[in-house]
């Protein structure tokens, strides 16, 4: 019989001294082209509207609302741009973490005992740049788990790989 | 023990299973169309003769066909076990085979409703953790079948054997008529009043559906302007609408509690809780002790006065938070040496019981002072707007004195503490929570930090258990990464299952 023991650990292993690693540049481009999507039909939108729709006296301020239009689709992509940079993962030999956003700073740590199981998934653009995402579920609620976007496919395998013998051990 | 039965080759459930089949059909068709049902008996004497008998014949040969449905659903059920699973067949023309490994069985439950009361049959329903589909509930098995199936299982799945209850083992909890009135009388009428509210409501616009199509709606739509009148207009129905508004909440927090809560007693065994209660439905649940997530100890002011708080009881969810609201399970009027006990059986707690309660940096406050003035502030514009009466803003003099004492009453009761193996997080507006939770059956941690909170140098913490989120707001960073760094390594270097 072994005898229980718990040794007093000076120090635990610290969350802030650990080495992120960025996601893929091409990342970008897929949320830029996303962004892009996302807008042109708003726009065109608004061009119809302008034509069709609004009445005179709100043509009258039709150079502001463009502008707004304008200035918020800027804003997000220069959100877009500066946040970007600080989407960052790393594994450690019994959890995996990822950290994210510029305004809202956001960590998340699963630890590989806790999960019930890996999923990676490419989307369509995603996938024209070699790129895939990693999802990784536990028990309970499950919206809010961890996903990876933006890393090319082989990484993601490979820690899917890596994720899949850990929980099997 | 129960060896008369064998389990190892299909069979079916008690021959009145067709009857508790039957009535649950002709139920569930009756709660789709008794809208349908309430027009045609309003209008049943406008029938013509030959009319009314052709009615007659299709309810009957509608209900025949609804017979032999439940006879066919009977037929084609039969459940066995073998090899650690239970498994199940089930299903009339599209035939499902389910099988149940017993290491997922979360627990084993008896029903009871009132059909099955009278009849003299338990319902036992198999909960699993995880997948949502595997829900198995055989609706009719006499008690000592599904005492020997219980056993069987329960034996097979190592969670030790369950005890059937005798009767002269004393109860931990056992809640009387007279407690039960005790705890309906302090329940949070406002909550009861308005999930009330809701029902109602929901139940007109079912109704407004079907009468929308006839016109009536101006006639309501007039009826409300001419009772907005008359609301400004006398303070006299404002007093009645007042009284009659008490006298509902009241009555709905009466009718929730003893129908949920009838007969509440329940067993503290080596490693689990067996709990029964339930007026019309009969409900018993053995609760083991391994599998409970977190206990939240809730009570408010009047609860406070006479010395009792409920316990809420949190195992796995599965899916969406909100679909299995029943796995929520609930001890009402809980004493101090009860709350005591159950804890002391579940945790030890000395250690944080003695320790240090922490609060949430000031910017806590600042952060709900903040949002609930800005939020008021956008009400009254919104109210401004629409009706454009100066005098809605002599409210303020009361409404925002509520608010500060609101927010320092929830600011009071935000603290935590924490040791080595233990968390407790307390909480509240007018009632207080405190929820107790193992740090090793934690899911995953997550931290966050608004550009604000970096400022400040403080961090929330949100920690997910299998039944849902714990949230520390507003802790100094330094803290925050001590939590973080510490629960990660409790949960990894932790041997014992979380469930």
């Known amino acids: 019989m072994t005898i229980f023991s718990n040794d007093l650990v000076l120090e635990l292993p610290d969350i802030k001294k650990l080495e992120f690693i960025k996601i893929n540049k091409n990342y970008l481009k897929v949320i830029l082209i996303n962004a892009f999507l996302f807008f042109t039909p708003l726009f065109i939108g608004l061009i119809v509207m302008h034509q069709y729709v609004f009445t005179a006296e709100i043509n009258e301020f039709i150079v502001p609302i463009y502008g707004i239009f304008i200035a918020f689709f800027g804003f997000i992509i220069w959100y877009l741009l500066l946040s970007f940079t600080k989407r960052k993962y790393a594994l450690r030999e019994k959890d995996i973490s990822y950290k994210s956003g510029l305004l809202v700073r956001k960590i998340t740590t699963v630890p590989f005992s806790r999960i019930q199981h890996v999923e990676t998934d490419e989307k369509l653009i995603s996938r024209v740049f070699g790129l895939s995402s990693i999802s990784v579920y536990t028990a309970g609620d499950s919206s809010d788990d961890l996903v990876i976007k933006g890393i090319t496919k082989k990484t993601a395998l490979k820690i899917k790989e890596f994720i899949t013998t850990k929980i099997n051990e | 023990m129960n060896n008369s039965f064998d389990f190892s080759n299909f069979s079916r459930q008690s021959p009145k299973g067709i009857l508790v089949i039957y009535i649950h059909l002709i139920y569930k068709l009756i709660k789709v169309s008794w809208l349908l049902l309430l027009l045609l008996i309003k209008d049943f004497s406008k029938l013509s003769n030959l009319g009314a008998n052709y009615l007659y014949l299709s309810l009957t040969l509608l209900l025949l066909l609804l017979l032999a449905r439940a006879y066919l659903t009977y037929k084609n059920f039969q459940f066995k076990i073998a090899n650690e699973h239970f498994i199940l067949k089930q299903g009339i023309l599209k035939k499902t085979n389910t099988s149940i490994p017993f290491h997922r069985i979360q627990n084993i439950n008896f029903k009871q409703n009132i059909i099955q009361q009278i009849i003299g049959v338990f319902e036992v329903s198999i909960e699993t953790a995880g997948s949502k589909d595997t829900e198995i509930a055989i609706k009719a098995l006499p008690l000592l079948k599904a005492e020997a199936l219980k056993e069987f299982v329960s034996k097979k799945a190592q969670f030790g054997a369950t005890e059937i209850i005798d009767s002269d083992k004393k109860p931990l909890v056992k809640i009387g008529v007279k407690e039960l009135l005790k705890v309906s009388l302090t329940e949070n009428h406002l909550q009861n009043l308005m999930i009330f ?303």
């Open chain 2, 197 to 499: 509210l809701a029902i109602i409501i929901g139940f007109f616009q079912q109704i407004e559906q079907i009468v929308g199509s006839l016109g009536r709606t101006e006639a309501l739509d007039g009826l409300i302007v001419e009772s907005k009148n008359a609301l400004s207009a006398s303070f006299f129905f404002i007093l009645i609408l007042f009284i009659f508004l008490t006298i509902v909440a009241l009555l709905s927090s009466f009718v929730k509690v003893f129908l949920v809560h009838f007969n509440l007693t329940a067993y503290l065994t080596d490693d689990s809780f067996e709990i029964s209660q339930g007026l019309f439905t009969k409900k018993s649940i053995v609760l083991k002790k391994q599998k409970i997530q977190n206990i939240t100890i809730s009570t408010n002011p009047l609860k406070k006065l006479i010395g009792i708080s409920f316990i809420t009881f949190k195992q796995v969810l599965s899916g969406r938070v909100n679909v299995k609201k029943d796995k929520l399970i609930r001890l009402v009027g809980c004493k101090k040496a009860q709350i005591a006990s159950i804890k002391a059986s579940l945790f030890n707690v000395t250690e944080l019981e003695n320790g240090e309660r922490k609060y949430p940096n000031s910017y806590y406050k600042r952060r709900i002072f903040t949002f609930s003035f800005l939020f008021t502030i956008g009400m009254y514009a919104v109210l401004f707007l629409i009706s454009s009466q100066v005098e809605i803003f002599y409210s303020t003099i009361l409404v925002f004195p509520i608010i500060t004492f609101l927010v320092l009453k929830k600011v009071k009761k935000r603290f935590y503490k924490i040791t080595d193996t233990m968390l407790l997080v307390g909480s509240g507006l007018l009632e207080t929570h405190l929820t107790y939770l193992e740090i090793f059956k934690v899911q995953n941690i997550k931290m966050k930090q608004t550009f604000f909170q970096k400022k400040s140098d403080v961090a929330d913490i949100v920690l997910q258990t299998a039944s849902g989120k714990i949230n520390i707001p507003c802790i100094r960073f330094e803290d925050a990464i001590k939590i973080y760094n510490h629960t990660l390594y409790k949960v990894e270097n932790s041997k014992t299952s979380w469930m």
